[in-house]
């Protein structure tokens, strides 16, 4: 039996070619319907499939928004009409944009207040005896627990000196631009050595314009 060509027009879709007795099955089992279109495999003008009288006998009117039913996909030799409820829908896209934004707010947010919270990161040690300052306006310089220098306070690697003379060059050109006398806190991790503490109070008292060198210590709570 010749082989046709089906083009299901509620579709715009083109299966086969597959057997007459194939498309004979199909429509009788109200699979195609009558406003669908044949042609013989290899021609090129199709016609509607109520005009082959084998087919026409048998072909039921598909009510409206119909769907087929469900068969075997080996029918169309590698193409296949849609399973009833299997059509493609639209899929929902969500613009993720105003979260990312809501997500980086925040982050930045809470970085700051971290910042502010815990101004010196570092375990100094606790104080037995002293009065306390307030930060505004001080210089602070850190040294943590490998003896590398900062200006600020945070020891962070932007504010890391290359060296003491360095760090004593910087300090020193804050001092000057300052209107008033530059008083220093110096916090200094609790593991490190005398010797360069000393050095660095030494040094930091031979500079101009700079107020007293306080050392900065952790209230011990009892």
Excluded at 57 to 77: K, L, M, S
Aim: charged share 25%; hydrophobic share 45%; aromatic share 6%.
């Amino acid at each position: 039996m010749a082989r046709m060509e089906l083009k299901v027009v509620s579709l715009g879709r083109v299966y086969g070619p597959v057997p007459m007795e194939t498309l004979i099955r199909l429509a009788t089992e109200g699979r195609i319907s009558a406003e669908d279109l044949v042609r013989p495999a290899g021609a090129t003008d199709w016609q509607p499939l109520t005009q082959i009288p084998a087919l026409a006998a048998v072909v039921r009117v598909r009510p409206a928004g119909g769907a087929y039913a469900d068969f075997d996909e080996d029918e169309f030799a590698g193409s296949t009409l849609p399973r009833a409820g299997k059509r493609p829908e639209d899929e929902t896209e969500i613009d993720m944009t105003p979260m990312i934004d809501c997500t980086f707010l925040l982050l930045i947010f809470f970085m700051l207040t971290n910042a502010l919270a815990n101004p010196v990161p570092m375990e100094v040690p606790h104080a037995i005896h002293g009065r306390g300052v307030t930060l505004e306006g001080q210089q602070l310089v850190l040294i943590d627990a490998d003896g590398n220098y900062y200006l600020g306070n945070t020891p962070v690697k932007e504010n890391q000196a290359d060296s003491l003379d360095a760090l004593l060059q910087e300090v020193g050109r804050n001092a000057a631009a300052n209107e008033k006398t530059l008083d220093v806190i110096v916090y200094a991790h609790k593991k490190t050595r005398y010797l360069k503490l000393r050095e660095l109070i030494e040094r930091l008292g031979a500079l101009d314009g700079l107020g007293p060198v306080m050392i900065g210590v952790e209230e011990k709570l009892n």
